[in-house]
């Protein structure tokens, strides 16, 4: 029966864990998603997970129930996957909306809401059946104890989950891989009714039915697989869509225009010839002689021909996607293809930051004449690494004397909102702290334009000269427009307004303040009252933070004032919002010193899962001897923690990354402590919260305090604390926060 059990909580967690990162990841292709949603998915999935254990707790209170709804349970999650993903893929097609046009983020987020509803209600509700049925099996052993063992035994089925995902699952067949984890489910079932022999013919019919419709996912997948994959982009043709390790490509048309997505978020049109001149020609024609260039990402579709034409002598074009210069070379016009295949053109595989970091490791500096970055503006943590101070000050010094970098925006030259105001200023700003000139050309697209030296910048007259002497050939940047776009009084206006904000401020790898700036302007698109509001909020400083940490101490204090059991609860969330809060710094840090490695991201959350399961485990075998005092040294634990990797950070942002290996060691080691700390307290909290009395409606409030700090955590630290207070204030705060906790559980009686 233990055996049944122990594969049923494996199950669960391996199930959630590849459920949410395949839907999520869904959910970011179908609505052009960003950070803000990717934490609020989080938010929901959390939060319906956490209300379906608090639920359960109470429905299956009795002492009799808990192996047959564990069992349908199992049969639900493999019927509503595969629904699921396809009702998420037609979500454009259900909202409305015009093809291609960026959606209105406020009904995104309500579809995400109520969409993710069912599933996650149903794995919440999993974990405090099968602790039900355990307990019932189980009368030797203490509460904490079983809900201890199914806590790790659900971790370890995450960790599984992680690498399954990571390096089987993240290019397959989504629909292949929901119908394998349906049938897995239905395993699981088929298992717990011969274990506990359990002979209800409906349960059995039941588990039959979800296994009929399984099949199908998987033997059709690729059909299904291809249809559904086109209500990504209605009013679109999709003509080929792939799985990459760094995400998912795909191809669209309308009418003859060819539309490049990765992950959602349009790149570009196959041929943006607009673009790519302005891009291209102003950066080298700022230049007297560009010999050496660096183009990180963008070259398919016109910018590596526009710089061909300048007569360089070597084009280092970086870009992170094989795949995507692989689709490049097949549905790109003929000149795209044949720039790419150009034999001045040296193509790099690989993230741009990594790069110029190697570079500087091997001690190859200062010998680009001109690097455009040729990315969408910063909306994202990791498009944000290529707007930062760091990443302009790794640039400056790869360029050669009197080199020159380009960096472009979007942008409005009629109406200079307080949203894109900050935004440009804060990336004004930081190009300023590492270049003496920082030159504005500002239309529908803000071209920044900064050099080392503090010398003045080129006149409209010399750059019309150098156009002539290299006998140029272009549509749109020609003398005239050249002059006209020199001369215009925006540049004096839009430099005003610059040097006028006093909110504004620079954007770094460790405060990706220009995210927070980004998301209000979108939001200013669709809903003008709430981008005042995340203005705002994006304005804030530490004592925001601390107002928010004084209100959940009073709150916790109030709670555990006459019942001090509860603290068990209150320990328990904040350590699932600190876990998370760790989680989200990691992450940030990892993209920050290793560069964009999709598939060893993994790894962390990997580390991070296995830590808990270990700790948990440990935390079970010495739950019966668990008091106040023990949930006391666990949180002063943690806040000493949270300094040590504040520290460490520091640390290497001071001293430059090093190896890459030590680095992901370390993150690694990191990870799995915070893990092992965290999943070391559940036990120990349950054991606190539970004081004898049993499990009776009380089973599942401690499961789902800990999810619902984590929800909490995805909210506020991914979407705010951490773009705005940065890593060290955000470390800082959960210092306090668990010393705070700490010393309030030392004066609690035991």
Known sequence: MKKALAFSFVTLGL???????????????????????????????????????????????????????????????AVFLPVLLALIRAGRTLLGGVPGAVPDLLPAMGFALGALAPLCLILGAQYVCAVRVWRNADAGSADSQVLGRGYALETAGFVI??????????????????????????????????????RSPVLRLTLVAALAL??????????LGRETSAWRFPGQLLVETRNSIFGNLAVTAIDRQLNFYENGLLLGAEDEQLASEQLVHYPMLWHPDPRIVLLIGGGFNGALGEILKHGPARVDYVE??????????????????????????????????????????????????VIMVNLPSPGTALINRFYSQEFFRDVRRQLAPGGVLAVRLAFSPDYLGRELDNLGTSI???????????????????????????????????????????????????????????????????????????????????????????????????????????????????????????????????????????????????????????ELVLLLGFQMFCGYLY?????????????????????TRRAAAATMRSLSRIHALVAIYALAVAGILRHYAAAGPGPVVVLEGIFLVLAALIGALVGFEFPVANRVYLAGAGLGRKGGVVYGADLAGSCVGALTIGLWALPVLGTEVTLALLAFLNLTLAMLASRLNP
């Open 599 to 619: 598939y060893r991201l993994a790894l962390i959350l990997a580390a991070l899962m296995l830590g808990m399961a270990m700790g948990t485990w440990r935390g």
């Open 428 to 582: 004004y700003r930081s190009l300023k702290a590492e270049f003496a000139s920082v030159a504005l050309l500002p239309e529908y697209e803000i071209l920044f334009l900064a050099t080392a030296g503090d010398v003045p910048p080129p006149s409209a007259a010399d750059l019309i000269a150098r156009y002539r002497q290299r006998g140029l050939r272009t549509d749109f940047v020609i003398p005239p427009a050249i002059e006209y776009r020199l001369g215009t009084d925006r540049i004096a206006q839009v430099l005003a307004a610059f040097q006028a904000n006093s909110t504004a401020r620079i954007n770094r790898d460790g405060r990706p303040v220009a995210c927070a700036y980004t998301f209000a302007y979108w939001l200013r698109s669709f809903h003008p009252r709430a981008a005042v509001f995340a203005s705002v909020a994006s304005e804030a400083r530490w004592p925001w933070g601390a107002g928010m940490v004084g209100l959940a101490w009073l709150g916790m204090l109030g709670a555990v004032r006459r019942r001090p059991n509860r603290m068990g609860p209150w320990a328990m969330g904040i350590g699932g919002f600190t876990l998370m809060a760790c």
């Open 161 to 198: 989950g992680g690498l399954l995902f990571s390096f089987v699952f993240a290019v397959a067949n989504e629909f292949r891989v929901v119908g394998l984890i349906g049938c897995l489910n239905a395993m699981a079932g088929f298992v717990l009714c011969l274990g506990f022999r359990e």
């Open 320 to 369: 992170l996607d094989p795949v995507l210069i692989d689709m490049a070379r097949r549905y790109t016009g003929s000149a795209r293809r044949q720039a790419l295949t150009d034999p001045r053109v040296n193509t790099v595989l690989a993230d741009g930051r990594l790069y110029l970091n190697r570079r500087a490791a091997e001690g190859a500096t200062g010998c680009y004449d």
């Open 15 to 77: 199930s959630s864990l590849v459920a949410q990162v395949l839907l999520v990841r869904e959910l970011l292709i179908v609505f052009y998603g960003n950070e803000f949603f990717i934490g609020w998915t989080l938010f929901a999935w959390l939060a319906w997970t956490a209300l379906g254990a608090l639920l359960a707790g109470r429905l299956i209170a009795g002492s009799g129930r808990g192996l047959r709804p564990l069992v349908v349970c199992h049969a639900l999650v």
């Open 214 to 223: 399984m099949l199908p996912a998987v033997i059709r997948s690729n059909r």
